[in-house]
C-alpha cells in the first residue's frame, strides 16, 4: 500500500453540505475502471452524504461496481461490502485500491458480481475523503451508518433508481463488526432499505477485548490505530486525556498511515503510549468501549457468523459468545468454524458466506425478529 498522507485528487475534496441534503445523497460521481474485476458493466467512485454519531451530515466516498451479465444496468440485489481496515489515512481508501488494481479482497468482490448483483464498497467514515480524517477505526455506528447511506446512494446512480433493490452485508473481521453494526441500527437508521441479510466473519464484537489480546505481539499497533480511531469519532469528549506527550506525537503521526506502516512502526503495547499501563481502564474510556461492543440490540434480519478455531489475531471464544448474546436477542443465526487460522478462515469462509447470502436475498422480507436460532456453535475449546 502507499502511504502518502494525503491523495492529491480533487475528486476526493471535502464538500459541504448544503442546507436540505439527505442521507445518501450522491454530491459526485465518476466512471472507473476496476482492472482485477472482470464482468464488469460500470463502476463509479461516488462522494455522498451520510452522518457521523451525532446526525450531523458529513460527506463519504466509496465506489459501486455493476456486473455486465443482467439483461440490463442495475438489475439484481446490492451486496454492501464492508472491507478488513486498511489504515487511518493516505492513499489506502478501498475506492481507490480497486481503481489502482490492488485491492486485496477484490476475489472476494467477483463472487458477488458473478452472482449478478451490484457491489457497493464503502471507504468509512474519515478515509478517502480529505480533511476529515483520521478514519474512525473500530466506531461501529459510524461505519454502519456509511455503508447502509452507501446502499441508498447506489439505489439513486444512472439506470438502477430503484429503492425496493433487495440489499446484503458481508465483511470479515473489521468489517465484519461493521456489517453487523449495520444490521443492527438499520431498523432505526435506514427503515426504508430493504435490507435482508449479513454474513460476518471473524467480527470484532468487543474492542476493548481485543485490544487487550494483541497489545504484546505483532498486531500491537491496532491498539493505537483503534485509540485514534474511536478517539475521532467520540470528538466531543475528552478522549486523549490519557496519552503522554510521546503518545500525542505518535497520534499526529499514525493518523495518515495506511494499516502495513503502522503494523511495522507502532509495536509497543498501548501503554507505552498512555499516563497508565491500562488506558482501558479510564472512567471516559469504559463508558466509549461498552457503548461499542457488538449486541447493543437485535439485527431484524438473518445472520451468518463464522470463525477459524485458529485464529490468534480475533480469539474464536468471542465470537461463540456474540453468538450466544445474538441468540439471547431472539435473531434468526447460522455458525460455522473452520480448523484453520484468521487468514485462512476468510478464504474458506468466504462461498458458504455468499451461499447463505444469496438464501436470504431470496426469502420474503423480515417484518419481526425470528425467535428460534437455526444452529448452535459447539462449546467444545478449539485444539491449540
Same mark, same amino acid.
Given at each position: 500500500?502507499?502511504?502518502?498522507?494525503?491523495?492529491?485528487?480533487?475528486?476526493?475534496?471535502?464538500?459541504?453540505?448544503?442546507?436540505?441534503?439527505?442521507?445518501?445523497?450522491?454530491?459526485?460521481?465518476?466512471?472507473?475502471?476496476?482492472?482485477?474485476?472482470?464482468?464488469?458493466?460500470?463502476?463509479?467512485?461516488?462522494?455522498?452524504?451520510?452522518?457521523?454519531?451525532?446526525?450531523?451530515?458529513?460527506?463519504?466516498?466509496?465506489?459501486?461496481?455493476?456486473?455486465?451479465?443482467?439483461?440490463?444496468?442495475?438489475?439484481?440485489?446490492?451486496?454492501?461490502?464492508?472491507?478488513?481496515?486498511?489504515?487511518?489515512?493516505?492513499?489506502?481508501?478501498?475506492?481507490?485500491?480497486?481503481?489502482?488494481?490492488?485491492?486485496?479482497?477484490?476475489?472476494?468482490?467477483?463472487?458477488?458480481?458473478?452472482?449478478?448483483?451490484?457491489?457497493?464498497?464503502?471507504?468509512?467514515?474519515?478515509?478517502?475523503?480529505?480533511?476529515?480524517?483520521?478514519?474512525?477505526?473500530?466506531?461501529?455506528?459510524?461505519?454502519?451508518?456509511?455503508?447502509?447511506? @452507501?446502499? /441508498? %446512494?447506489?439505489?439513486? &446512480? *444512472?439506470? =438502477?433508481?430503484?429503492? +425496493? !433493490?433487495?440489499?446484503? #452485508?458481508?465483511?470479515?473481521?473489521?468489517?465484519?463488526?461493521?456489517?453487523?453494526?449495520?444490521?443492527?441500527?438499520?431498523?432505526?437508521?435506514?427503515?426504508?432499505?430493504?435490507?435482508?441479510?449479513?454474513?460476518?466473519?471473524?467480527?470484532?464484537?468487543?474492542?476493548?477485548?481485543?485490544?487487550?489480546?494483541?497489545?504484546?505481539?505483532?498486531?500491537?499497533?491496532?491498539?493505537?490505530?483503534?485509540?485514534?480511531? @474511536?478517539? /475521532? %469519532?467520540?470528538?466531543? &469528549? *475528552?478522549? =486523549?486525556?490519557?496519552? +503522554? !506527550?510521546?503518545?500525542? #506525537?505518535?497520534?499526529?503521526?499514525?493518523?495518515?498511515?495506511?494499516?502495513?506502516?503502522?503494523?511495522?512502526?507502532?509495536?509497543?503495547?498501548?501503554?507505552?503510549?498512555?499516563?497508565?499501563?491500562?488506558?482501558?481502564?479510564?472512567?471516559?474510556?469504559?463508558?466509549?468501549?461498552?457503548?461499542?461492543?457488538?449486541?447493543?440490540?437485535?439485527?431484524?434480519?438473518?445472520?451468518?457468523?463464522?470463525?477459524?478455531?485458529?485464529?490468534?489475531?480475533?480469539?474464536?471464544?468471542?465470537?461463540?459468545?456474540?453468538?450466544?448474546?445474538?441468540?439471547? #436477542?431472539?435473531?434468526?443465526?447460522?455458525?460455522?468454524?473452520?480448523?484453520?487460522?484468521?487468514?485462512?478462515?476468510?478464504?474458506?469462509?468466504?462461498?458458504?458466506?455468499?451461499?447463505?447470502?444469496?438464501?436470504?436475498?431470496?426469502?420474503?422480507?423480515?417484518?419481526?425478529?425470528?425467535?428460534?436460532?437455526?444452529?448452535?456453535?459447539?462449546?467444545?475449546?478449539?485444539?491449540?
Amino acid at each position: 500500500m502507499m502511504t502518502e498522507p494525503l491523495t492529491d485528487d480533487e475528486f476526493y475534496t471535502a464538500t459541504p453540505i448544503e442546507t436540505g441534503s439527505t442521507r445518501g445523497e450522491i454530491l459526485r460521481l465518476r466512471e472507473v475502471a476496476v482492472p482485477q474485476l472482470r464482468s464488469v458493466a460500470r463502476a463509479w467512485q461516488i462522494v455522498y452524504v451520510t452522518s457521523d454519531s451525532y446526525g450531523e451530515l458529513i460527506p463519504a466516498s466509496g465506489i459501486v461496481i455493476v456486473p455486465d451479465i443482467a439483461t440490463q444496468v442495475g438489475v439484481g440485489p446490492i451486496l454492501g461490502y464492508c472491507p478488513v481496515f486498511r489504515g487511518l489515512g493516505g492513499r489506502c481508501a478501498p475506492s481507490q485500491l480497486l481503481a489502482d488494481g490492488t485491492e486485496p479482497e477484490a476475489d472476494y468482490l467477483a463472487m458477488a458480481l458473478d452472482r449478478g448483483w451490484s457491489v457497493a464498497v464503502a471507504d468509512g467514515r474519515g478515509l478517502g475523503i480529505t480533511g476529515l480524517g483520521p478514519h474512525t477505526f473500530l466506531a461501529g455506528r459510524c461505519a454502519g451508518q456509511t455503508i447502509l447511506d @452507501l446502499t /441508498r %446512494a447506489t439505489q439513486r &446512480l *444512472p439506470g =438502477l433508481n430503484d429503492d +425496493t !433493490t433487495p440489499i446484503a #452485508l458481508w465483511g470479515y473481521a473489521d468489517g465484519g463488526r461493521n456489517a453487523l453494526w449495520a444490521a443492527e441500527i438499520q431498523h432505526e437508521y435506514a427503515p426504508d432499505l430493504d435490507l435482508r441479510g449479513v454474513a460476518a466473519g471473524a467480527v470484532v464484537a468487543d474492542p476493548g477485548e481485543l485490544v487487550a489480546e494483541i497489545d504484546d505481539g505483532p498486531f500491537a499497533g491496532l491498539g493505537l490505530a483503534g485509540l485514534v480511531g @474511536l478517539a /475521532r %469519532a467520540y470528538a466531543h &469528549l *475528552p478522549m =486523549l486525556h490519557i496519552l +503522554t !506527550t510521546e503518545g500525542h #506525537l505518535a497520534v499526529a503521526n499514525i493518523e495518515n498511515l495506511d494499516a502495513t506502516t503502522i503494523l511495522a512502526r507502532y509495536r509497543q503495547p498501548l501503554g507505552h503510549w498512555c499516563e497508565q499501563a491500562d488506558p482501558w481502564a479510564d472512567p471516559m474510556w469504559r463508558y466509549v468501549l461498552a457503548r461499542e461492543r457488538c449486541a447493543q440490540q437485535p439485527p431484524q434480519i438473518p445472520v451468518h457468523l463464522y470463525h477459524g478455531t485458529h485464529d490468534t489475531l480475533i480469539p474464536v471464544e468471542s465470537a461463540r459468545r456474540l453468538f450466544s448474546d445474538y441468540r439471547g #436477542l431472539g435473531v434468526d443465526l447460522n455458525w460455522s468454524e473452520y480448523q484453520v487460522d484468521h487468514l485462512q478462515a476468510a478464504t474458506d469462509g468466504a462461498g458458504e458466506a455468499i451461499a447463505h447470502l444469496a438464501d436470504y436475498l431470496q426469502r420474503t422480507p423480515p417484518r419481526s425478529i425470528r425467535s428460534t436460532p437455526s444452529t448452535s456453535p459447539p462449546t467444545t475449546t478449539p485444539d491449540s
